[in-house]
């Protein structure tokens, strides 16, 4: 299977060619917002006030940062902060941009102290981000084996169509794309609880294994230090209003969407895996979260695999932009719910239910839809011009 993609310097390909603006730091989020609202093909990242976070906050803030910059679907970064020295150590010229510099794609800087204050920052940030942006234009297509595609999954709004449908074509993807020397991408750690000791026998390194088991550890120690037991806040109502009825039997059906390959890696939010195939990230459920550390971890393409058995008739997703350079693609495992929003979801797994199809053909179509989003057609909610608000995985507190 072949797809049409753009190879960077460093070998790895991307299906989109953005200008990507950061605000290195919160104080210059006004500053980025005017550039990148004023430039074709540019995405914008902002993250949260890094003042008052703990020293593993502000790693997790810079990580997601130059891998969001580092993401193969940006061909060229416009770093804009306050001054290239001093503040956090984690924000500082060398940690960032340096850092990003060494993947080979162009990258311009603008600091207001040192680049004439506020004002005359709009204009110059203005004028590197449309040179950038006529950078990339200039670049072209080359056809690639679909191997060479990182791809994320979350699932969500999940009910009983998830573990019957959905999750398996997705999990027969996975398996396809890790054959093939792709890189697959799952996580959600509050949705392995109940079944974290079917995944742990998967991983190929014992000690891996083990940074997985501690992640879950972690997770429902957290829980018990609010006063409450992770099964009283998950399944969430919309899971029990479509059907679910315990974190275990979510759980069962959440991690088929992992497939059956090893698991090479346990990573942590927003790290990219260090080798191809099947890996795990660290991270919580939240789809304003998740899709920023996917794309920061390296996944061209994020997709969102859900039920929707208790979503509203004709609504819209829950997302469409906090993957932020990498898009979402909408696939549901319910009939009922592709009926209900056609115009919002780009894949219906449902015939495995509706029409009897088989998982294998299921997922050959799916790959065949990957492969055109990857070759530059846009998913459904890619349509819309949105800039949403993206959380972070964060351990707090925030002092």
């Excluded at 829980?223 to 974190?247: C, F, V, W, Y």
Aim: glycine fraction near 12%.
């Amino acid at each position: 299977m072949k797809f049409w993609g753009f190879v960077r310097e460093n070998g790895k390909v991307g299906i989109r060619n953005h200008v990507l603006v950061v605000g290195i730091t919160r104080n210059v989020a006004t500053l980025a917002y005017m550039i990148a609202s004023s430039v074709r093909g540019t995405r914008l990242y902002v993250g949260p006030n890094e003042n008052g976070r703990s020293r593993d906050d502000r790693e997790t803030m810079a990580r997601v940062i130059t891998g969001l910059a580092k993401n193969p679907n940006v061909g060229g970064v416009l770093l804009v902060g306050n001054k290239p020295d001093g503040g956090y150590a984690e924000f500082t010229y060398e940690n960032i941009v340096e850092n990003i510099m060494a993947s080979g794609k162009p990258v311009e800087t603008l600091f207001i102290s040192r680049d004439g204050g506020h004002a005359a920052c709009i204009g110059l940030g203005i004028q590197k981000a449309r040179h950038l942006a006529e950078l990339c234009s200039a670049q072209r297509r080359e056809e690639v084996d679909w191997g060479k595609l990182c791809i994320a999954v979350k699932c969500g709004y999940s009910d009983a169509t998830s573990g019957m449908a959905g999750n398996p074509v997705i999990g027969y993807v996975f398996d396809r794309l890790c054959d093939a020397g792709g890189t697959a991408i799952f996580s959600e750690t509050t949705e392995v609880i109940g079944a974290e000791e079917i995944v742990a026998r998967r991983f190929a390194d014992a000690g891996q294994r083990d940074v997985f088991l501690s992640c879950v550890r972690k997770v429902e120690e957290e829980a018990k230090a609010t006063g409450q037991d992770i099964r009283s806040i998950n399944p969430i109502p919309a899971n029990i209003e479509a059907g679910l009825t315990t974190l275990e039997e979510k759980s069962l059906g959440a991690i088929a969407k992992a497939g059956t390959k090893p698991i090479m890696q346990c990573v942590r939010y927003g790290e990219s895996p260090s080798a191809p195939g099947l890996n795990y990230m660290d991270s919580w459920m939240s789809s304003s979260a998740l899709f920023a550390g996917f794309s920061s971890a390296g996944a061209v393409l994020n997709i969102f695999q859900f039920g929707g058995g208790a979503m509203p008739d004709k609504c819209m997703m829950p997302v469409a932009d906090t993957g932020v350079v990498a898009p979402i693609l909408f696939a549901t495992g319910n009939p009922r719910a592709y009926d209900h929003g056609k115009l919002e979801i780009d894949f219906n797994s449902g015939v495995v239910i509706s029409e009897k199809a088989s998982i294998e053909e299921t997922g050959e179509k799916l790959i065949r839809h990957i492969c055109d989003i990857a070759s530059g057609r846009m998913t459904k909610v890619e349509t819309l011009n949105v800039r949403e608000p993206v959380e972070l995985y964060l351990q707090g507190p925030c002092l």
